[in-house]
């Protein structure tokens, strides 16, 4: 364990969904699901860090503020964090700072988003200036248009098939079944799959995660105060990676119309998604053999196949076999989305990489239920936000 | 009038020259770095302290890095066709810049016959249309010939 730990006191969720009200309602019971798992007083939180929503005006810019206003005012400084899918790691690492640097001892993380149905769109308005609007003006690029120009790389170097992309649904399924947090709690068959439409070849309406409303909130505290409450033994939070991209970036990535060219400065052997891993298990001094369990961010079926190398837990065009020996499965040697994942969410921006901390909080101690993964010490997480986020959290015991 | 103006969707990204059409991306003067879209005020290469651009065509040749095909109208501010259409969008390597630049696939291409590593040239087509203009924007289609591997 480093110097850079800091406790988990407690976790919280609002079910994932699409109940169509407003994100501040989702954030409270979160928060107020957080506080009472911490046996904590919303008084007694001395720093609210919220991961903001874009789609909810301008409240969900001002996150922080809008969650410590609808638990009551009661004067703890406030940060608000945007950094597209990775905001909820953004905002753990505001709090975290915050307690490392002695200037709190306890703080309220919060993530919430109402999302519209169908494809994330850009915000309104006519903005020729703004890449995430000029890639659907002129490409008609949608989000999974890229995960699907990864997933067809994917099937090009490796031999993937859709078959393949389709039992990591099968297995996400499965593992959701029992989360009464996720929204989809139905097992789904692998020609369901390869029967549901397809939306951007190769993906087909099951290997995408939904858009969903949902919430997720974690109170984390120094060890010290974590200590003086008998909470000595809590989950700790052993490295928090926030990383960018290292120029090149050779990878096309959304937004964006093209990648860093390469022609000046020779890319290295290190993409961005194998580098925001790296920066979590060099600050925790752990590697992917220490792993008992990750939560991945799996948008698409395929990309949890990418997530599987990109973290360590098998070499480049490995994954395919990984998911087919049963190995990220509950039960097996490196169980990944034991939540569910994306697949049983659904995507709530702003939520989602909290809930991924909250799911592997549920695990370490033992209280996952029927997902429990036995004896679970050590967990991962790792997602990417838009615009070149990292995010990935380790929390150990 | 049977035929509409042709107006290119975005000022200044590609030349309008039906035969011959090029994307303008722009190059470091320091480090030789391109961009597209065009850099301005700042060179993005960490190590370089440049300034100035000089526009450039890019390369209208590449290789196909990844593509794929839309089966669902995407949303505003895409301007679908109604009926919607599948439309595929590609992913292409250009040799000289050493860079990777999207772009929809040419109209009328079997997506069924594409295939990564094929060579894809840069063409004009069809965007989406007005009552008085077709929007024009810059597309891949593939070569004759232009399997390598047969």
Redesign the interface.
């Known amino acids: 364990m480093g110097d850079h730990d800091i406790a988990v006191l407690g976790v919280g969720m609002h079910p994932w969904g699409k109940w169509g009200r407003n994100f501040v309602e989702y954030g409270l019971v979160a928060a107020r699901a957080a506080l009472e798992d911490a046996g904590l007083e919303w008084g007694d939180i001395q720093f609210v860090s919220g991961a903001d929503t874009i789609r909810n005006g301008y409240p969900g810019f001002v996150s922080g503020a809008t969650f410590a206003q609808a638990l009551g005012w009661q004067g703890a400084p406030v940060a608000s964090s945007y950094a597209a899918c990775a905001s909820g790691a953004t905002a753990l690492n505001a709090a975290r700072a915050q307690i490392l640097g002695g200037l709190c001892d306890v703080a309220l993380v919060v993530g919430a988003d109402t999302t519209p149905k169908?494809?994330l769109?850009?915000t309104a308005g006519?903005r020729?200036d703004d890449?995430d609007?000029?890639?659907?003006?002129?490409?008609?690029?949608?989000n999974?248009?890229y995960f699907?120009?990864?997933?067809?790389?994917r099937m090009?170097l490796f031999g993937a098939t859709p078959a393949d992309f389709a039992k990591v649904k099968v297995k996400n399924a499965a593992h959701g079944l029992a989360n009464p947090n996720a929204r989809y709690r139905k097992a789904v068959t692998e020609d369901e799959v390869m029967a549901s439409?397809?939306?951007?070849?190769?993906?087909r309406l099951l290997d995408i995660c939904a858009t969903s409303d949902g919430a997720a909130a974690v109170v984390v505290s120094s060890l010290e105060y974590a200590q003086r409450r008998g909470a000595g033994g809590a989950v700790r939070v052993a490295a928090i990676s926030t990383v960018t991209p290292s120029?090149?970036n050779?990878v096309?990535e959304m937004p964006?119309?093209?990648?860093?060219?390469?022609?000046?400065?020779a890319a290295g052997p290190v993409t961005f998604r194998d580098a925001i891993a790296q920066g979590a298990y060099a600050e925790a001094g752990l590697g992917p053999d220490d792993l008992d369990l990750a939560e991945v961010y799996d948008l698409s079926t395929a990309l949890e196949l990418d997530w599987y190398e990109n973290i360590g837990l098998c070499g480049p065009g490995e994954a395919e076999k990984l998911v087919h020996d049963g190995a990220t499965t509950i039960g097996g040697r490196i169980p990944v989305n034991p939540s569910g994942g994306l697949a049983c969410f659904g995507e709530a921006v702003p939520a989602q990489a909290l809930a991924q901390v909250c799911e592997v909080a549920w695990q370490l101690r033992g209280a996952a239920g029927e997902r429990q993964v036995e004896g679970a010490r050590v967990g991962l997480t790792v997602n990417q936000g838009l615009f070149g986020h990292g995010s990935s959290v380790i929390l150990a015991r | 009038m049977t035929t509409k103006e042709r107006v290119a969707?975005?000022d200044g990204w590609f030349t309008l020259d039906e035969a011959n059409p090029r994307l303008l991306g722009n190059r470091?003067t320091r480090?030789?770095?391109?961009?597209?879209?065009k850099a301005s005020a700042f060179c993005?290469?960490?190590?370089?302290d440049g300034t100035e651009f000089e526009e450039v065509p890019l390369s209208n040749r590449g290789t196909v890095?990844?593509?794929?095909?839309?089966?669902?109208a995407?949303?505003?501010?895409?301007?679908?066709a109604d009926p919607f259409e599948p439309?595929s969008?590609a992913?292409v390597q250009l040799p000289?810049?050493?860079?990777?630049?999207?772009?929809?696939v040419a109209d009328g291409v079997d997506?069924a016959t594409m295939?990564?590593?094929d060579e894809v040239e840069l063409v004009l087509g069809t965007?989406f249309e007005d009552d008085d203009h077709e929007y024009v924007?810059w597309k891949w289609k593939p070569t004759e010939g232009a399997r390598s591997d047969g």
């Open positions: 169908g494809f769109a850009p006519e020729g890449p609007w000029l890639r659907f003006r002129l490409l008609g690029a949608t999974p248009t699907a120009l990864y997933a067809c790389r090009e439409p397809v939306v951007a070849e190769p993906l120029y090149p050779a096309i964006d119309f093209a990648t860093d060219s390469a022609a000046a400065v | 969707a975005v470091c480090c030789g770095s391109y961009f597209f879209p993005r290469n960490p190590s370089c890095w990844s593509f794929t095909t839309n089966h669902y995407p949303p505003p501010p895409y301007v679908a439309f969008v992913a000289e810049e050493k860079m990777v630049v999207l772009g929809q997506p295939r990564v590593g965007l924007v």
